[in-house]
């Protein structure tokens, strides 16, 4: 059975760098050719689609709210996708979760910005 795990620091302090990690265990599922999503969920609102990267060349698309601080990258041999989030802000606090293929959900992981 395939399970996304995310994982990260849980809390930062403004201005810094965020690094999260899905990565993908059981099952034989090969990721090159799917697509993977960063979703994020602030409390009281609807998730937001924060990044996507495609297999097999991997372009990439930015939501407007991260676009110029955020990049989404992947290694297909560790089945791994990994969102790197510059300047953070207090506004970036939420419920972080990947997506692959549009099929597999990770559980999420919570991100808090605060001093």
């Known amino acids: 059975q395939v399970q996304l795990q995310e994982s990260g620091p849980g809390l930062v302090k403004p201005s810094q760098t965020l690094s999260l990690t899905c990565t993908v265990s059981g099952g034989s599922i090969t990721t090159n050719y799917y697509y993977w999503t960063w979703f994020r969920q602030a409390p009281g609102k609807e998730r937001q689609r924060v990044a996507g990267?495609?297999?097999?060349?991997?372009?990439?698309m930015y939501g407007d709210a991260v676009r110029g601080r955020v990049a989404i990258s992947r290694d297909d041999a560790k089945r791994t996708v990994t969102l790197e989030m510059t300047d953070l802000k207090p506004e970036d606090t939420g419920t972080y979760f990947c997506?692959?293929?549009?099929?597999?959900w990770g559980q999420g992981t919570q991100v808090t910005v605060s001093a």
């Open positions: 990267i495609e297999g097999n060349g991997g372009e990439t």
């Open positions: 997506n692959l293929d549009r099929s597999y």
